[in-house]
Each structure stands twice: as structure tokens, then as C-alpha cells.
């Protein structure tokens, strides 16, 4: 079985400020690795994956996350917040062909 | 090209009553994926379509949710009788095959928010 557990249900920057949204994940076999964004009145988008090769994947709008194998993490993180950047994050975990997702992460992103 | 359309965006029923909740994918899409979201809780995923065939239901909770997808095209999501429990935001989500879902190409809608009182 799979899960996903992020770090903080809301997570607080000032703009300009670097962004880091926290995921760590269980998985018997090396998973597929996303994280996905929400903007308000909209669907999920995907923001970046991991599915094989270099570790550090970069993603739209800046962001970018390192899959750590060791320590069963899949962290988000973006050098400068922007008011942007405010939305909902999911990171989700696929082994098979069908994601399980984490509870998500709000990031609030003040001036 | 248009998006995963659903509607409607929001719904507001008593328990007891019926809803149906529609998804209309991306053409040409033929796998169709239906997750809720209880709020503060993770998105789970409750079925998935290929084409008119039910491929995984695994994740539908019980006997009041039926799901269709006539014609390989739109689907429908009927509760009934809705429960306070059922409340949450339905996702509905499309892609052109499987491989393209599981490496995360999936195209979302926006989600019917349902609240049952």
C-alpha cells in the first residue's frame, strides 16, 4: 500500500520569501512522484513529477521538488514566493495507475 | 481544445434527496476518473472509466452511488439518498490512455462542491 503525508494543511509565506511545502510518502517499490496545484474555481493542474532519472525535477511558474529515495520525501520548494503562487497543493504517489493523494497544503502568500 | 467540464459547479440538497453530479471529458478522452475530496481530507479516488466499461470502482464507498458512462462519452454521478457524509467536492478527470493518467496526465475539472444538510 501507498500513502502520502504533506506537512502542514496551511503554510504561511510573506511574497519574495522562499517556498518549501513538505511531502513524504510510503511506498513498497520506487514510485511516480507529483505534485499538483489548485487554483481557486479551477482543477487540479499538474505542477511537476518523478518518474525516473534526475532527481531534481523542475515544474511550472519556478517551482521545483527532489525526490530523496532515503528519506522517503518529495519536497516542493520555490526561491521567491509570489501572490501568484497562492493555491492548494497536492502531492500524490502512483505505483500503479492510479494516484493516492495527500491531504493538501494551502499556501497563503502575504504582501 | 475545451476542458473537463462538470456541473453543476455547486450543489446544495437534504439528506435523503438525489443528486447527479456530470462530467463531461475531453474529447477523444477515453479514460474517465471520478475522486472526492471530504473536506480537509485527502482526494480519493471512486472509479474509472474506459470508454461505456467500468475499469476500477474500487473506491465507490456503497450501493447509493452509481456511476454511467453511456456511450463512452459524458458520465453522471448519482447519489441516492444522500447521506451528510456525502458532502465533499467531486473531481472528475479525463486522459487519453492509461500510461498518460499513471505518469500523471490527467486533465482535471474543476469539481462540483455537494453539500448535503
Known amino acids: 500500500a501507498q500513502s502520502v503525508t504533506q506537512l502542514g494543511s496551511h503554510v504561511s509565506v510573506s511574497e519574495g520569501a522562499l517556498v518549501l511545502l513538505r511531502c513524504n510518502y510510503s511506498?513498497?517499490?520506487?514510485?511516480?512522484l507529483f505534485w499538483y496545484v489548485q487554483y481557486p474555481n479551477q482543477g487540479l493542474q499538474l505542477l511537476l513529477k518523478?518518474?525516473?532519472?534526475?532527481?531534481l525535477v523542475k515544474g511550472i511558474n519556478g517551482f521545483e521538488a527532489e525526490f530523496k529515495k532515503s528519506e522517503t520525501s518529495f519536497h516542493l520548494t520555490k526561491p521567491s514566493a509570489h501572490m501568484s503562487d497562492a493555491a492548494e497543493y497536492f502531492c500524490?504517489?502512483?505505483?500503479?495507475?492510479?494516484?493516492?493523494f495527500g491531504r493538501g497544503t494551502s499556501l497563503i502568500v502575504h504582501p | 481544445e475545451a476542458g473537463v467540464t462538470q456541473f453543476p459547479s455547486h450543489s446544495v440538497i437534504e439528506k435523503g434527496q438525489t443528486v447527479t453530479l456530470r462530467c463531461d471529458p475531453i474529447s477523444g478522452h477515453d479514460n474517465l476518473y471520478w475522486y472526492r475530496r471530504v473536506m480537509g481530507k485527502e482526494i480519493k479516488f471512486l472509479l474509472h472509466f474506459v470508454k461505456e466499461s467500468k475499469q476500477d470502482e474500487s473506491g465507490m464507498p456503497n450501493n447509493r452511488f452509481l456511476a454511467e458512462r453511456t456511450g463512452g462519452t459524458y458520465s453522471t454521478l448519482k447519489v441516492q439518498p444522500a447521506e451528510l457524509e456525502d458532502s465533499g467536492v467531486y473531481f472528475c478527470a479525463s486522459s487519453q490512455d492509461w500510461r498518460q493518467g499513471a505518469q500523471g496526465g490527467y486533465t482535471f475539472g474543476s469539481g462540483t462542491r455537494l453539500t448535503v444538510v
Open positions: 518523478y518518474t525516473t532519472g534526475a532527481t
Open positions: 500524490a504517489v502512483s505505483r500503479g495507475y492510479i494516484p493516492t
Open positions: 511506498s513498497s517499490v520506487p514510485p511516480y
